[in-house]
Nanobody
Framework: QVQLVESGGGWVQPGGSLRLSCTVS????????MGWYRRTPGKSARELVA????????NYADTVKGQFTISKDHSENTIHLQISKQQPADTAVYYC?????????WGQGTQITVSS
């Protein structure tokens, strides 16, 4: 089972930016799929916000296009999520998800709180 560790969450004021990181226990070249999800307060389901398949282009939820950027750093075996112009609606626990061999692997999540 692939191990994932998210980091980079915290408190940010509206309009601010954060970069989340997901460190993967194996070489990220081996991954078929990488994605970031979030669970907002009061909701039980996780929402897909950004994803990328091996050799493909990034995909984003309509609600975050132009605000979120997913990227890979194969030298560090890390997946990043850059979030800019944050708003209170972005307050959530953010999770990393990858596919190497089924089933997919999840990280433990990192909290982002956007407030003034």
């Amino acid at each position: 089972q692939v191990q994932l560790v998210e980091s980079g969450g915290g408190w940010v004021q509206p309009g601010g930016s954060l970069r989340l990181s997901c460190t993967v226990s194996i070489n990220t070249f081996s991954l078929e799929y990488m994605g970031w999800y979030r669970r907002t307060p009061g909701k039980s389901a996780r929402e897909l916000v950004a994803s990328i398949f091996s050799g493909g282009q990034p995909n984003y939820a309509d609600t975050v296009k132009g605000q979120f950027t997913i990227s890979k750093d194969h030298s560090e075996n890390t997946i990043h999520l850059q979030i800019s112009k944050q708003q209170p609606a972005d307050t959530a626990v953010y999770y990393c998800n990858v596919l190497y061999r089924r089933p997919n692997s999840w990280g433990q999540g990192t909290q982002i709180t956007v407030s003034s």
